[in-house]
């Protein structure tokens, strides 16, 4: 158990509705990682909040979006959703804003119907 | 463009052989190169990495070598066991942001 809950662990939803997936980080870790798991596009960074502030963003979509509150938990908001967001999406924290090792949690499976 | 390349994508070993899996990059900014491993129904977990000024590294029956002139590096599993089955990524990261891009991934089976 890495200690990064995430939930749902799955959600079930139709194209063109909007989700929220919730992250809390380690005890301590200040840095949020987002990534996306796909069968084609593998495994890919999306966003990086630390300390409740953008740090870094990857290859995430215009419709995804991302937030840290100040008790540090991050929610990842998906919008409009289409056939090709199904995924799988991990949080991942860090002690500090380029902490080499993340905390992967167990992931959150997206179903787009 | 896919920065890090990674092979094989799937890979069967008996119990007690070794695992090699393969990864080789593009960006000669990459500082920082992690292998993680991920179990199903699991989130990825960091294995080993390595710095590219060392050769190789080993933790336990665990070892990357690292050839920085041809940007290459591997994952050598010993003594492979059934437990170590599961799906191993490598990564290449830059300038202290640790933000990985990782490759496609290895299923590495390990017959009993």
């Known amino acids: 158990d890495s200690g990064v809950t995430q939930t749902p662990k799955h959600l079930i939803t139709a194209t063109g509705q909007r989700v929220t997936l919730r992250c809390s980080p380690r005890?301590?870790?200040?840095?949020v990682y987002w990534y996306q798991q796909s069968l084609d596009q593998g495994l890919q960074f999306l966003i990086q909040?630390?300390?409740?502030?953008?740090?870094a963003k990857g290859n995430i979509l215009e419709r995804f979006s991302a937030q840290q509150f100040p008790d540090l938990h991050s929610e990842l908001n998906l919008s409009s959703l289409e056939l090709g967001d199904s995924a799988l999406y991990f949080c991942?924290?860090?002690?500090?804003?380029?902490?080499?090792?993340?905390?992967f949690g167990p992931g959150t499976r997206l179903t787009v119907l | 463009q896919q920065q890090v390349k990674q092979s094989p994508q799937s890979l069967i070993v008996q119990k007690g052989g070794i695992s090699i899996i393969n990864c080789a990059y593009e960006?000669?900014?990459?500082?920082?190169f992690p292998w993680y491993q991920q179990f199903p129904g699991k989130g990825p977990a960091l294995l080993i990495a390595?710095?590219?000024?060392?050769s190789e590294k080993k933790e336990g029956r665990f070892t990357i070598s690292f050839n920085k002139s041809a940007k290459q590096f591997s994952l050598h599993i010993m003594d492979s066991q059934p437990g170590d089955s599961a799906t191993y990524f490598c990564?290449?990261?830059?300038?202290?942001?640790?933000?990985?891009?990782f490759g496609r991934g290895t299923s590495l089976i390990v017959h009993p």
């Open positions: 991942a924290s860090s002690v500090v804003y380029s902490g080499d090792e993340q905390f």
């Open positions: 005890s301590g870790d200040l840095s």
């Open positions: 909040y630390y300390n409740g502030e953008e740090r």
């Open positions: 960006n000669t900014a990459f500082d920082y």
């Open positions: 390595i710095r590219p000024d060392v």
């Open positions: 990564a290449a990261s830059t300038g202290g942001s640790y933000i990985p891009t």
